[in-house]
């Protein structure tokens, strides 16, 4: 007895010997607020100096006016100030652009820019709002001043895409429509990045014109694939026939394959997560060497250009989401590694020479690696990526701090600073610093509470959790897309399922569903050609992850014997 | 550059020139907006200043390299002023710094400045680089953890790579303490420099470059022959690796021909499989996919602290790894555990009594020649095993420094046998021209000084002979406990491999295997087998509970149970349960309950969607009153029994009351939609509650109340965690709880009696109605009738009326005929 007790004391010294127990990370208090300093100084001078133009200069303390004339850093900021609690301020700003922002105007807008930036920002504060305390309209989530707004915005941009495939314009004159001599070739993402916010606008509007829209032109990328299923960089919409053969997953291209699987998961959608798995596998057969992913060439699947983009950072998150977290994590620790030697991401990052492109050194504050390093520390709950997260505030901080703002490095090498200061700073790159060192954020939540709205069907549920991201980080609540879409119809078909089973109380027999997609998977499930005998794996679901995953942090990775 | 440009100027310009330089920056900006750029303004010294790190923050690779010759040792740090680890580096290195003032230089540079000239002439893939220098050897690189107490430990190292063992005691202790060594023999009788001295030296410094087991190696060196004799080392610059398992290993080569790098590779050949320190570097590494993928392997977490002594865990993990491999039950290797058991003595010895300070720390008893720098002293005396002495280090421009904190083993054994004199007093020297002159030598004690050491030593017998005793009595018991483990490696056909990783740094990997979050002590230990997918844990680790855990691990049929994490979810209120692998079986396998459970994972954006879904269903299904629990566990970071792990998410089952190995997989191709999952409900559920369920059809109405209900019900819940937190309150709450409930209850059978009662009325009512609505009729028939007959008496009335007319015009008529037939008779 004396014994043991001995030994644990010794142990008590032994241990308060033990320096750097809490190891080179700072609270996770201390990190957020740190955050949220840089946010709001950033913030405060865009209010400062550029409001109403859309981006803050932060060299020359004005602004100016960059994808078009909407106040667009505030657009895109409004609900990341929710994420960091500030309710009062976003009721504000929210009152502040029903009352100034006008679609209405002579201006030439990028119709992908428009849409994920202003459609995605006011369709995210518009189903915020009730969190954020705002005065609601009694059919809210269905109907609301921000709603309205962005089916404003959303309408305007509808005429682009008025082509023969259906695949959008890259720009649209607000007031006029299409210019007579708009260029007739876009890039994939222009082409394939609208569903997430044109479905929700469809779903919680009752038009379903946009939803179509975006549901068209997906169908007529998906169509123009190339032999081995790749797409490339630009395609021209009059007759999909590609004019950038280049196909990777960064620049012109990222953003559909992040659709696809959104679109998937919000819409619960199978065809589109099978068109997803389907460019996995070739993205996983042809781009990916040594964790890295390159661009090939679309129809032989050649590597053209040995090429890491900054914009390439978002994949390792998309992975995660289904159960890929040990290959995304093996893509991130190589991104992370370019970090490292030069305290941001330059756009482009030369892999066998391992240095930057000439020309595409710079680094606009970009989000994408923070993203993915979100996404898995929900995952894995891995140190490593809190880590990361303080490397990237680091450098924000010391490198793009300037007296009026945050300003973009132009170049990596010397640190050089440029003009500018992007609306996704504060939409995205803040937003997602903030949720990593958060993890009891509203965003995060997973069902532990939840806030419900009245309707003639009973009470729906909202704000559960399972937000959405657009590719601006702009969140979406799939529950409010189902209350003012599908709950009715659900609500019915189960009265009657009751009632049924009441008449025949003996010989019950279930009724077939009555969705359509249901349907439509069978279908894809037959082109395939080859029923599946064994137990079958849905295709909406995710593997679960193997033993090896509990010990594959702070850089440990495992290999696999595949079956 | 027009900005910067500007601004320098304006400082060279007086006042007036000021104005007319902005006037001028003012129309170059407002003409080239587009093209402002700044380029990164200058850096800033970025060690404070009152530190004693020399920091080059502009690059000034040259100065800094000028200044290499002023110290043996010179430590490079290579930092970025915006990279977040060399901020966090930045306190450890002025630590080390000060810690080791005199000895070592410490100099940061600047190395991202594009100015400086270090960027323009070395890169570095990440910050902060360390490199040390050695004045003879050059750089090596230190790839450890950027800790001080690690940090401080290489240098040392390299500042003395070397251990001198003047005798048999300190041999025996080398080599029980030491991971891996290397034992040299040279002789320094003849010449200050011994062919082979220099590459074994070189060698020792080679080894710590290597972040992998050299890096734990130890390089000892001895100069007396009797002692060498004793390790069979017998000719001058030969080397061995003494090995506890095998027979050790002598180099085979000549020492003429001896380089480092063939000492190096010669070890990493032939080294033994002992207990290995992990140490993650926190990059993309195999390393535990490696070294855990070998097979089973006890991994230790204790806190592991450079350059202090070991602690009693860590000598008892030691002693446990030894006599696990100890096959032949050699006397080598009982010796080392004794020693070790017998060192883990002391230290608890040792810290029962740290109260009162023990004079042999204050290491008194140093006396050296501190002008003997080069005069090489041949041995006074044949060194005896009882030869009593202090090795002191001279280095160099520092003062005498004593480099032994402890007592050899023959001091013992000297105050025991009662022959006390300390008189002969040197044992060796050796000495070397690179490094500082390292002088250890011993002079003979003057009688003045002798008394001194006397009155030291027996300060110091009459405390470690209670030791020993102790020790020596203990020594007879543990036998029992440590003997299972002897030589287990070769009995058992599950044999392991030990692991140990210092829980400073690496806790993580701890909680992962289900540690505690923050405990007070961070020790724990797990074997782990990857290719079975399982690992058992020890978390109250001792000296014998380790080994019981170790043994019965090794059994055929190990009595240890599978460690299955269980995380207990963020506390909330929802009519969705959610379990963990603690809780799985009581709800899920609850015989009277119809289960749906939902297998999910936060990552999963599959699952994730379904969150309001299935709020959705449970409350209603709540409200439906049938009992049917709906329910989901995080089964990614609960582990679950074989036969309840699911292959994706989300999964969903059904668990039917009473039927609970019928439990049924929802379709793989059907949607999640509250239909459909409503559907699969009524198909597969117990019966008892289908009837519920279909009794209960809700309609919107009914789904309001139900709505009312749960949203009780999770009022309910939260009271129920308010009563958990607070002790105090909690049985009243609980108490009030019950009330509540039964009050529920009451108030439902209330309701569901009134239900039943207004039914009834109604029916009643109905009856009533009924009567009534027939005994009006029958009233009105009366009516009728009556009205009929009155019409009836009103026409015989008329009839009657009509018949008296008739008669009295018959009458008339009559009369008339009778006064005409009167009138005819009277004529006729």
Redesign the interface.
């Known amino acids: 007895m004396v014994v043991s007790r001995i030994v644990i004391f010794g142990l008590v010294l032994a241990a308060a010997f033990a320096t750097g127990a809490a190891y080179g990370l700072q609270t996770m208090e201390a990190l957020r607020n740190r955050v949220k300093s840089v946010f709001y100084h950033a913030y405060e001078n865009y209010l400062q100096h550029a409001f109403p133009l859309d981006e803050l200069r932060p060299l020359t303390c004005d602004g100016q006016d960059t994808w078009g004339s909407f106040s667009l850093t505030l657009i895109d900021a409004l609900d990341t100030l929710l994420v960091l609690g500030n309710t009062s301020e976003f009721r504000r700003v929210s009152h502040l652009l029903q009352n100034t922002i006008d679609f209405t105007q002579d201006v030439n807008v990028s119709v992908f820019e428009t849409n994920i930036r202003v459609v995605g920002g006011l369709l995210s504060a518009h189903m915020l709002s009730k969190m954020a305390g705002m005065e609601l309209e009694p059919d809210w989530p269905c109907t609301g001043p921000l709603l309205r707004l962005a089916e404003d915005a959303a309408r305007k941009l509808l005429p682009a895409f008025h082509t023969q495939t259906g695949m959008p314009y890259g720009t649209v004159n607000l007031l006029h429509g299409v210019h007579a001599n708009e260029t007739p070739v876009t890039c994939t993402a222009g082409v394939g990045t609208f569903i997430l916010e044109f479905a929700t606008l469809s779903r919680l509007t009752g038009d379903p014109v946009f939803e179509e829209a975006a549901r068209r032109a997906l169908r007529a990328l998906w169509e123009s694939r190339s032999d081995i299923g790749l797409v490339g960089n630009h395609i021209n919409v009059n007759n999909s026939h590609w004019v950038a053969e280049d196909a990777g997953i960064g620049a012109g291209v990222d953003s559909y394959f992040e659709y696809l699987l959104k679109a998937a998961i919000l819409l619960q959608e199978p065809k589109y997560m099978e068109m997803f798995k389907e460019f996995v596998q070739v993205i996983e057969k042809y781009m990916r060497h040594d964790d890295w992913y390159m661009w090939v060439q679309m129809s032989k699947g050649t590597v053209s250009m040995p090429v890491f983009q900054s914009l390439e950072a978002f994949w390792p998150g998309l992975q995660s989401l289904v159960g890929d977290i040990d290959s995304a994590m093996k893509t991130l620790h190589n991104y992370h590694q370019v970090w490292q030697k030069y305290g941001g991401l330059p756009e482009f990052y030369n892999i066998p020479h391992s240095m930057p492109v000439d020309k595409r050194e710079g680094y606009p504050l970009r989000p994408e690696l923070i993203e993915s390093a979100m996404y898995l520390y929900r995952a894995t709950k891995d140190p490593f990526l809190l880590h990361l997260g303080q490397d990237v505030l680091e450098a924000i901080e010391k490198i793009s701090s300037v007296p009026c703002g945050h300003a973009t490095i132009k170049d990596v090498h010397d640190h050089k600073l440029d003009n500018r200061m992007e609306s996704f700073f504060l939409a995205e790159t803040t937003k997602y610093l903030y949720l990593l060192f958060d993890p009891e954020n509203f965003l995060h939540n997973a069902g532990t509470h939840w806030d419900s709205v009245s309707t003639p069907f009973g009470p729906c549920i909202l704000n559960a959790g399972g937000y959405v991201f657009n590719t601006e980080a702009h969140p979406i609540d799939p529950a409010a897309l189902y209350c003012c879409n599908r709950f009715k119809e659900e609500q019915m078909q189960v009265h009657t399922q009751f009632e049924d089973a009441k008449r025949s109380v003996k010989s019950y027999e279930r009724r077939p569903s009555s969705t359509g997609s249901d349907d439509k998977s069978k279908v894809l499930d037959s082109r395939e050609g080859k029923p599946s005998r064994k137990a079958k794996v849905p295709v909406m679901s995710a593997p679960s992850q193997p033993y090896t995953s509990r010990l594959s942090i702070m850089g440990q990775m495992f290999l696999h014997k595949d079956v | 550059m027009v900005?910067a440009a500007a601004r320098r100027m304006a400082c060279l310009l007086g006042a007036a020139a000021v104005l007319s330089a902005l006037l001028l920056l003012v129309c170059l900006?407002s003409c080239r907006?587009?093209d402002?750029?700044?380029?990164?303004p200058s850096p800033t010294q970025f060690f404070s200043k009152s530190s004693l790190v020399v920091d080059f923050f502009l690059g000034q690779l040259q100065e800094a390299e000028a200044r290499l010759e002023n110290a043996d040792l010179t430590m490079f740090v290579f930092y970025?002023?915006?990279?977040?680890?060399s901020?966090?580096a930045r306190p450890?290195i002025e630590l080390v710094a000060r810690a080791l003032t005199g000895q070592v230089q410490v100099i940061a540079i600047n190395c991202?400045w594009?100015r400086g000239h270090c960027r323009q002439r070395m890169s570095?893939?990440?910050?902060p680089a360390v490199q040390v220098h050695h004045r003879v050897f050059g750089p090596i690189e230190y790839r450890g953890?950027?800790?001080?107490?690690y940090l401080q430990q290489f240098l040392e190292r390299m500042l003395s790579p070397l251990t001198y063992l003047p005798n048999q005691g300190e041999i025996l202790d080398f080599l029980a303490t030491t991971e891996h060594g290397v034992l040299g023999f040279f002789d320094f009788q003849g010449t200050p420099q011994p062919a082979g001295f220099w590459p074994f030296y070189q060698a020792a410094l080679l080894a710590l470059r290597k972040t992998d087991i050299l890096e734990s190696t130890r390089f000892g060196i001895v100069t007396a022959r009797s002692v060498a004799a004793e390790v069979n080392l017998t000719k001058p610059g030969s080397l061995l690796i003494p090995r506890h398992g095998q027979a050790s290993l002598l180099y085979p080569g000549d020492a003429v021909n001896m380089t480092a790098a063939t000492v190096v590779q010669w070890m990493m050949t032939v080294h033994e499989e002992t207990l290995m320190w992990l140490q993650?570097?926190?990059?993309?590494?195999?390393?535990?996919?490696s070294e855990?993928?070998r097979g089973p392997a006890l991994l230790v977490f204790?806190?592991?602290?450079p350059r202090?002594p070991k602690?009693?865990?860590q000598l008892a993990l030691e002693e446990i790894v030894l006599t696990y491999n100890d096959c032949s039950e050699s006397l080598k290797i009982s010796r080392l555990t004794d020693r070790l058991l017998q060192m883990q003595q002391e230290?608890?010895q040792t810290?029962?009594r740290q109260s009162t300070p023990s004079p042999w720390k204050q290491e008194a008893c140093c006396f050296s020649l501190a002008g003997a720098r080069t005069k090489v002293l041949g041995p006074v005396g044949q060194s005896s095993p009882r030869t009593t002495c202090e090795l002191c280090v001279s280095a160099g421009h520092g003062s005498p420094r004593c480099t032994l904190s402890r007592v050899p083993v023959e001091f013992l054994s000297s105050l025991m046998s009662e022959s006390t004199s300390c008189s002969s007093a040197v044992v060796d020297v050796y000495s070397s021209r690179f490094a500082s002159l390292y002088a250890a030598c011993c002079e003979r004690l003057s009688a003045n000084d002798q008394e001194m050491g006397n009155q030291t030593s027996r300060t110091i017998s009459g405390f470690l002979w209670n030791a020993w005793k102790a020790g020596s009595h203990r020594g007879g018991r543990k036998v029992d406990e440590i003997a299972a483990v002897k030589g287990l490696r070769c009995r058992t056909n599950r044999t392991l491999a030990f692991f140990a990783m210092?829980?400073?740094?690496?806790?993580?990997?701890a909680k992962?295997?289900g540690a505690p979050p923050d405990p007070?002590?961070?020790?724990f230990a797990a074997i782990i087998t990857?290719h079975e997918?399982?690992h058992h844990i020890l978390e109250d680790v001792?000296?014998d509970t380790l080994i019981k855990f170790v043994v019965n691990y090794s059994w055929p049929h190990s009595t240890l149970r599978r460690h299955r994490?269980s995380v207990t979810?963020?506390?909330?209120?929802?009519s969705?349960l959610e379990l963990t692998a603690d809780t799985f079986s009581a709800v899920v396998l609850d015989p009277d309950k119809d289960v749906l459970l939902l297998h999910y994972?936060?990552?999963?954006?599959?699952?994730?969607?379904?969150?309001?879904?299935?709020?959705?269903l449970a409350?209603?299904l709540a409200a439906s009153n049938a009992g049917i629990v709906v329910a989901?566990i995080n089964?990614?970071i609960n582990d679950l029994p074989w036969e309840f792990?699911?292959?994706?998410?989300?999964?969903l089952f059904l668990f039917p009351a009473r039927r609970k190995h019928h439990s049924v997989r929802y379709p793989?191709?059907?949607?999640?939609?509250?239909?459909?999952l409503?559907?699969?409900i009524?198909?597969h559920c117990s019966e008892s509650t289908?009837?519920l369920?279909?009794?209960h059809?809700?309609?919107?109405r009914c789904?309001?109340q139900g709505?009312n209900w749960a949203n009780m019900q999770i009022k309910l819940q939260q009271l129920q965690r308010e009563t958990e937190a607070l002790q105090e309150t909690n049985l009243l709450l609980r108490r009030s709880k019950a009330i509540l409930h039964g009050h529920l209850s009451t108030l439902s059978f209330i309701r569901q009696s009134l239900a039943r009662k207004s039914r009834w009325l109604m029916g009643a009512n109905a009856g009533l109605r009924l009567h009534r609505a027939q005994i009006e009729t029958i009233i009105e028939q009366k009516h009728d009738q009556t009205k009929a007959a009155e019409q009836r008496v009103e026409a015989l009335h008329l009839a009657a009326g009509a018949l008296s007319v008739e008669n009295s015009k018959l009458r008339a008529n009559v009369r008339r005929l009778q006064h005409r037939l009167r009138a005819g008779t009277s004529r006729g």
Request: glycine share 4%.
């Open positions: 900005w900006s907006d587009r402002t750029v700044w380029p990164a970025a002023p915006w990279c977040s680890r901020v966090e450890q991202w594009i570095f893939p990440f910050f953890a950027l800790v001080a107490s993650p570097s926190g990059r993309k590494s195999l390393l535990l996919n855990l993928g204790l806190p592991k602290v202090k602690s009693v865990l230290k608890q810290f029962h210092d829980s400073g740094l690496h806790w993580d990997f992962r295997l007070r002590l961070k020790i990857l997918e399982l001792r000296r994490r979810p963020p506390q909330h209120a929802s969705v994972a936060d990552w999963c954006g599959f699952c994730a969607i379904l969150t309001h879904l299935f709020i959705q409350t209603q989901r089964s990614d792990v699911v292959d994706y998410y989300p999964t793989a191709d059907l949607p999640f939609s509250l239909p459909d409503i559907a699969f009524l198909e289908r009837q369920l279909i009794g059809n809700c309609s919107p789904l309001e709505w």
